[in-house]
């Protein structure tokens, strides 16, 4: 199922994707024990592949208000956004909003050989319509890391009526350099015929925390949780196939200049690997709606800056007029409430302003192009 006024692919259509609901949480689920958080299950079918929806929240009392749609990138799954959403930093915004954690097909743990063409990194976007449309969600706001940052902003382009706002972590709109490719086909070649190795380790693990990682002694303990995730977590051969198309993407500034009508939020660690990128797609895009952070001696700012993360969300969220009763860390700790019945009552009628008015913030029906 596409969105509509988008042109259909080759592939066969199925119709109408189906949800099916796996009623867990992750203590009766051996998936998510080593998450920190109550995550309801679904499995979204699609003719782009089967999708892992794990939402934190109640989705029939929340799903009208603020809902954060989160993708991961290569070599992750639902699991790392899962666990930043729920650290203290994030109680005040997680409280108030309904998270949907996207795991593409095939990533999750667990999951069997992909047994279709992979779909492409265009096609994953209008899986994540589908998703929206038949989990009855009007509105999003995007949360995306590297690839996951590149399949949201073509959900944005292609169907703007469905998002409000993008957080991009260290994300790209260029097609793959020469020299990530050459990365890459040695890599896949490998993951296709055995499991992780050292050389797909450093691929992924400069991909995820930048420059300087190897001599970062703070850092060694990360890495190697991160490589015992990755050894465990995913199927290598269905990695293989997610860092196939995402080396495969097709350049997307010109669509994110002309077509995105929400505002971004850009946030990049001045070591990351994909820092240049980030900042190239910065530049060429529509800088009245698009802001850029860089964070300073930082390479994976989930993990490494994540209080200030959180905070640069909550004031992108308020940008929008969204959560505005939330008072930010630096407002919490350098002013006091005022006193008096009239503060009160100010603070209470405020309360209902933390539900978007999709009204005042929709920006049009349907989709504004193709997209490849």
Known sequence: MLPTGIKRTSRTML????????????????????????????????????????????????????????????????????????????????????????????????AADFGADFPSMQDLSFGLWNILVHLKIPKVIGLGLGAGANILCRLAIHSPDKVLGVVAIQPTASAATVMEQLKQRIVTLKLGSIDHGPDTDQFLVYHKFGNLVENAEDKLEAV???????????????????VEAYMKRTEILDEIKAKIKCDVLIVVGSNSSFVKQTEAMHKQSNLEKTSLIKFEKVGDVLLESPEKLSEAILFFCQGIGLMPTILGPRSRNSSECPSGSNSRKSSLTMMSADVPNLRRLSVGKGPTGNGQ
Not at 29 to 35: C, E, I, M, R, S
Not at 48 to 71: A, E, P, R
């Open 15 to 110: 119709g109408v994707a189906s949800v099916t609901r796996v009623d867990s949480k992750f203590k009766d689920n051996q998936v998510d024990t080593d998450l920190p958080v109550n995550l309801n299950h679904h499995i979204v079918q699609t003719e782009f592949g089967n999708f892992s929806v794990y939402i934190q929240g109640d989705l029939k009392t929340k799903k009208d208000g603020v809902v954060f749609l989160t993708v991961h990138d290569i070599g992750s799954n639902h699991k790392p956004l899962a666990r930043f959403s729920s650290l203290p930093c994030m109680d005040e915004i997680s409280s108030r909003a309904l998270f949907v954690h996207i795991c593409l097909p095939g990533q999750d743990r667990d």
């Open 224 to 242: 190697e949780m991160y490589k015992k995730r990755l050894h465990t977590d995913i199927n290598p051969r269905n990695l293989k196939l997610f």
